[in-house]
């Protein structure tokens, strides 16, 4: 149990056009994903956290008009990568709890902006 | 704040070694302790973890004491195989925090034959 997906696993887009990414919690309910970001050789860093039906708490440094998050269900979590450019290129990772607050990885989706 | 310090790598070593990575945490309160494991192009996928001082994880013969008198968690395997080859992440959770997660920087391990 506790499986996380991401969709879609790598995606390419040309610059100026935005990107959505999926996350879903498939076994259970989420109470709260989390996304994180990952340049190459370097850890996760956290972007934003978001509860069902809520706004979502973006880091310190994290453009929220640019990294649009949603979180209709307690299964899903979308983040939208909006007028993509060359520097948002990156692994993005998403994660979701449960009730017992354990942390469960999705397995990252690579974006390429050309 | 929390933060945790991981060894630096990267790390190459023989089949059949033996592995320690380092890692030491500042926390604010009582934190849970993991270590995760990234496969290339994967996600990231948990080892193992402890919840209180002096709680050993354990998991595929790697194993990891939490040791709170000198805020370590180190990552150790008396035997490394190919298979072990991946980037291994200390990380810590502060129920005073928010129950939010901060992870080290990750230690890429190369186990060659």
């Known amino acids: 149990g506790a499986v996380v997906s991401q969709h879609p696993s790598w995606v390419i887009c040309k610059s100026g056009t935005s990107v959505k990414i999926e996350c879903r919690s498939l076994d259970f309910q989420a109470t709260t994903m989390f996304w994180y970001r990952q340049f190459p050789k370097q850890s996760l860093m956290l972007m934003a956290t978001?509860?069902?039906?809520?706004?979502?708490?973006?880091e310190q440094g994290v453009e929220k008009d640019k990294f649009l998050i949603n979180h209709a269900s307690l299964t899903l979590s979308t983040l939208t990568v909006t007028s993509a450019h060359p520097e948002d290129s990156s692994f993005y990772i998403c994660?979701?709890?449960?009730?017992?607050?354990?942390?469960?990885f999705g397995p990252g989706t690579r974006l390429t902006v050309t | 704040g929390d933060s945790v310090t991981q060894m630096e790598g990267p790390v190459t070593l023989s089949e059949e070694a033996f592995l320690t990575i380092n890692c030491t945490y500042t926390?604010?309160?009582?934190?849970?302790l993991f270590w995760y494991v990234q496969y290339p192009g994967e996600g990231l996928q948990l080892l193992l973890k402890a919840t209180k001082a002096d709680d050993k994880g354990s998991n595929k013969g790697f194993e990891a004491t939490y040791r709170k008198e000198t805020t370590s968690f180190h990552l150790e395997k008396g035997s490394v195989q190919v298979s072990d080859s991946a980037v291994y992440f200390c990380a810590l959770k502060d129920p005073s925090a928010g129950n939010q997660f901060y992870f080290g920087t990750g230690t890429s391990l190369t186990v060659i034959p």
């Open positions: 978001s509860n069902e039906g809520s706004k979502a708490t973006y």
């Open positions: 926390a604010t309160g009582y934190p849970s």
């Open positions: 994660s979701a709890t449960r009730e017992d607050s354990e942390q469960y």
